[in-house]
Each structure stands twice: as structure tokens, then as C-alpha cells.
């Protein structure tokens, strides 16, 4: 199954829809929406997502050059609390967002630009790859590399299987022991 799409929770919806366009080149394909407690339909199924304490929310859905959507979402209440500035790589759930840049250097840049704030150098990596780790304004940890997830793993894991290519558009290649 590929993947659709990540969902994140952010303290303003329209600088995060801009962060995420300016560095990240992602696209706006849906909102900034405003979803409220008057609709039953919607209300019923977002309760039933995020709980009983639901009581509204703004949204916008982002698309990246792949296919795959970044929803973003800002919820009025309860009061929202902000990440810790540390990654608490202990917990469970996801850790980091990771985004594939052409020019490393141009979107820390414009990352801390537009609030968000490099955790990392720049680490060099066999090949010539590169990689950093970002947190977006709000706390999100965000990874800034310059290849692909395939090519990152052939130099990062001993344990790295190869890729074949795909046989057609929009099928996946093969995966094979090295």
C-alpha cells in the first residue's frame, strides 16, 4: 500500500499551509476550510475520530510532488500545548516528517526564514547525500534530505535490500537482499 497521506496539528493553519508550500514545495489542492459543531454529519464522524472534546477545527490538505498529502489542522480547543523543544524519540508515534529538497542549504534557509529552527547541522552521508534535522514553527521534526528514501537506506543500512525500477508508471519495483 503507498502511502496517502500524514495528518499534523499546528498552532496556525496559514503560516504552516505557507511553510510547507515555500520549503517543502508542496501544493495547496484543498482549503484553508473551516469545519464546525453545526453540521451533524461532519460532527458525528470527526467526534467519533478525535473524541468527544472535539468542537471544531480549520484544515488544509497539501500535496507533494509524488502524490502524497500533508494535512494540516489547527484546533481552536481545547488550548493546544506545543511540543517539547527536544525530540522525544522515547515515545511512541511518529517521530519526524522527512522531505526530499534540491538545495539543502536554501531550505534551512528558508525554513528558519519562516520560523522553523534547525536542530542539526548539515550531515554528509556516503554518495554524496546529505541530511538535517528541522523542526517545523510548532515543534514537528522535520528531516531535510537531498536523495530519496531508497537511496538514503543503500547507504544507511547494512541490511539494505535494492529496488528494481517499477515495470510501468505507478507500479512499484522489487525489492531484493543485497
Given at each position: 500500500?503507498?502511502?496517502?497521506?500524514?495528518?499534523?496539528?499546528?498552532?496556525?493553519?496559514?503560516?504552516?499551509?505557507?511553510?510547507?508550500?515555500?520549503?517543502?514545495?508542496?501544493?495547496?489542492v484543498?482549503?484553508?476550510?473551516?469545519?464546525?459543531?453545526?453540521?451533524?454529519?461532519?460532527?458525528?464522524?470527526?467526534?467519533?475520530?478525535?473524541?468527544?472534546?472535539?468542537?471544531?477545527?480549520?484544515?488544509?490538505?497539501?500535496?507533494d510532488?509524488?502524490?502524497?498529502g500533508?494535512?494540516?489542522?489547527?484546533?481552536?480547543?481545547?488550548?493546544?500545548?506545543?511540543?517539547?523543544?527536544?525530540?522525544?524519540f522515547?515515545?511512541?508515534?511518529?517521530?519526524?516528517?522527512?522531505?526530499?529538497?534540491?538545495?539543502?542549504?536554501?531550505?534551512?534557509?528558508?525554513?528558519?526564514?519562516?520560523?522553523?529552527?534547525?536542530?542539526?547541522?548539515?550531515?554528509?552521508?556516503?554518495?554524496?547525500?546529505?541530511?538535517?534535522?528541522?523542526?517545523?514553527?510548532?515543534?514537528?521534526?522535520?528531516?531535510?534530505?537531498t536523495?530519496?528514501?531508497?537511496?538514503?537506506?543503500?547507504?544507511?543500512?547494512?541490511?539494505?535490500?535494492?529496488?528494481?525500477?517499477?515495470?510501468?508508471?505507478?507500479?512499484?519495483?522489487?525489492?531484493?537482499?543485497?
Open positions: 500500500m503507498p502511502l496517502n497521506h500524514v495528518g499534523l496539528t499546528v498552532l496556525d493553519l496559514d503560516h504552516a499551509v505557507r511553510f510547507y508550500a515555500e520549503v517543502c514545495g508542496m501544493e495547496l484543498g482549503g484553508p476550510d473551516t469545519v464546525d459543531a453545526s453540521d451533524p454529519v461532519a460532527t458525528g464522524r470527526r467526534r467519533t475520530i478525535f473524541g468527544e472534546v472535539w468542537g471544531g477545527m480549520r484544515l488544509a490538505h497539501l500535496l510532488s509524488t502524490g502524497v500533508l494535512e494540516l489542522f489547527e484546533f481552536p480547543s481545547p488550548e493546544p500545548v506545543p511540543l517539547p523543544p527536544h525530540l522525544e522515547w515515545r511512541v508515534g511518529v517521530s519526524h516528517l522527512a522531505v526530499t529538497v534540491d538545495d539543502i542549504d536554501h531550505a534551512r534557509e528558508r525554513l528558519e526564514a519562516l520560523g522553523g529552527r534547525t536542530r542539526t547541522p548539515v550531515f554528509p552521508l556516503p554518495g554524496g547525500r546529505r541530511i538535517s534535522y528541522c523542526e517545523d514553527p510548532w515543534g514537528n521534526a522535520v528531516e531535510l534530505s536523495h530519496d528514501y531508497p537511496a538514503l537506506v543503500a547507504v544507511a543500512s547494512p541490511t539494505a535490500v535494492r529496488r528494481s525500477p517499477a515495470t510501468a508508471a505507478g507500479q512499484a519495483g522489487t525489492y531484493t537482499a543485497r
